[in-house]
């Protein structure tokens, strides 16, 4: 099949999306509920047996005609990134990073030349996630996450960009994980943004990879590629941490997590081994409204555990209110002050995630 000219659709696309979408106005604020699942999932052939290299030439075959280049206008220049197909009718899996500031969004979809208007749908700023919207569209090949728990560090992976980028194919392994890793701010311009229990990768990622899968030897996603301005590698948002976020985007329409009434800042053990503080989350400000000030909690404490979750590195309290617990649940909560433990039980809510 013939690659289409991505190259001369390129050249004159600012014009059309200034023409075409500038008008539809894309922020991080637009949300639009569509109630939408997610069934499918791709595994390998039974029985077949794969050498290192041609599970990585089975998987990026797999994964390509998934993989979108998403294309956005921010006058005067067009930027792009990638994002893939998590719904045959349309929904697309990217980051914040990508889709953030655009004054319009168009995708471009492998072995199909023509630009395909998007819109955004709901996105998480805490854990840098985003799902945008293809109308009028069906039949399209999809890709599902991976068991986040079959994640182990040496694993070969595979980056899959767009067709902008020739469908660009990056593998590598998966150096560390759970790491705490910085990335520029989509919101705040000119400031970073950290995001806890991250993959750390060898895979080079740059803007156009950026926002696409991250995908194990089964084509299945383990990650959101991004790109850090501290490692030229980049590295991967977790699937643990993402996947409730789109699941119930693609539910729901939008996003709505537990909440403490107060924000965070994780310590991690080596953070904790260098400030003489426990490995946890430390209380940066707490709402005078909410259950943790209600509970007693201040600003300087830190949470080590809810009911008989321990905070670590694998298990971040942004992961731990996204993925174990939900608003209006009863939970303990242990926290240290001043060097001593203490206990309290609260109510938590729910809301958006705040950028």
């Known amino acids: 099949m ?17 023409t075409a979408l500038v008008a539809a106005g894309v922020t991080l604020g637009i949300l639009r509920v569509q109630s939408r699942t997610n069934p499918q999932q791709v595994n390998l052939r039974p ?17 390509r005609p998934a993989v979108v280049s ?21 929904y697309i899996v990217t980051s914040t990073s990508v889709v953030a500031g655009a004054n319009g969004l168009t995708v471009l979809v492998p ?9 955004l749908v709901d996105y ?24 986040p728990t079959a994640l182990v560090q040496g694993q070969v992976i595979v980056a899959v ?27 705040n311009l000119g400031h970073t943004i950290q995001f806890s229990d991250t993959i750390l990768t060898n895979v080079p990622i740059d803007d156009g990879t950026s926002g696409g899968p991250l995908l194990n030897v089964s084509s299945q996603v383990i990650g959101i590629a991004m790109t850090s301005p501290a490692q030229p590698q980049g590295f991967g948002l977790n699937v643990a941490d993402i996947q409730d976020d789109v699941q119930q985007i693609l539910s729901t329409g939008q996003v709505a997590v537990a909440s403490l009434g107060a924000s965070t800042s994780d310590i991690t053990a080596e953070g904790a081994e260098l400030g003489g ?11 005078r409204s909410g259950p943790a000030a209600a509970a007693g909690l201040q600003v300087g404490d830190v949470i080590t555990q809810i009911d008989d979750v321990k905070l670590d590195a ?3 309290i942004s992961l731990l209110l996204r993925s174990r617990f939900h608003g209006s649940q009863r939970v303990t909560v242990t926290y240290e002050r001043g060097g001593s433990s203490t206990q309290a039980e609260l109510t938590l809510t729910s809301q958006h995630p705040t950028c």
């Not at 072995?111 to 819109?119: V, Y």
């Not at 194919?169 to 759970?178: E, Q």
């Open 111 to 119: 072995g199909d030349s023509t630009p395909h208007d998007a819109r």
């Open 47 to 63: 029985g077949v047996t794969l050498t290192q290299d041609s599970a990585i030439v089975e998987a990026a075959a797999k994964g």
């Open 124 to 147: 998480d700023c805490q854990t840098g996630v985003a799902v945008i919207k293809v109308d009028k569209v069906s039949g399209l090949p999809t890709l599902a996450f991976a068991d």
């Open 314 to 316: 694998a298990h971040p």
């Open 277 to 287: 503080l426990p490995e946890g989350a430390q209380l940066l400000a707490v709402d």
């Open 161 to 187: 960009g767009g067709p902008v980028e020739g469908s660009a194919i990056t593998p590598g392994y998966v150096s560390a994980m759970h790491r705490v890793t910085s990335a520029k701010d989509p919101v």
């Open 70 to 90: 998403v294309v956005t206008q921010h006058l005067p220049t067009v930027v792009r990134g990638s994002g893939y197909f998590a719904t045959s009718d349309g």
């Open 2 to 18: 013939r690659r289409p000219l991505w190259g001369p659709l390129l050249a004159v696309l600012a014009g059309l999306v200034v």
